[in-house]
C-alpha cells in the first residue's frame, strides 16, 4: 500500500478493540474492523478515530 498508494498501515490493538491497519493522512484509512468480534458500528470508529489521535497527538 505505501508503494501503491503512499500510505502506511500499522496495526493498533488496545485491549477488546483490534484494527489490523490504520493509517493517517489526508484521510484516515482503517482495515478490518473488530468489536468484540462483531461488526463495528460508525460511531465506534469515529470514537476510536478521536481516541488514537489524541493518543498520537494529532488534532
Do not use: C, Q
Not at 493498533?12 to 483490534?18: A, P, Q, S
Not at 484509512?29 to 462483531?38: D, G, H, I, M, S
Request: no cysteine.
Amino acid at each position: 500500500m505505501r508503494e501503491i498508494f503512499g500510505i502506511d498501515f500499522k496495526s493498533y490493538r488496545r485491549g477488546e478493540v483490534e484494527f489490523d491497519g490504520v493509517a493517517f493522512g489526508d484521510k484516515v484509512y482503517v482495515l478490518e474492523v473488530r468489536w468484540r468480534n462483531k461488526p463495528a458500528t460508525y460511531r465506534g470508529v469515529e470514537a476510536f478515530i478521536r481516541k488514537v489521535k489524541n493518543e498520537l497527538g494529532l488534532h
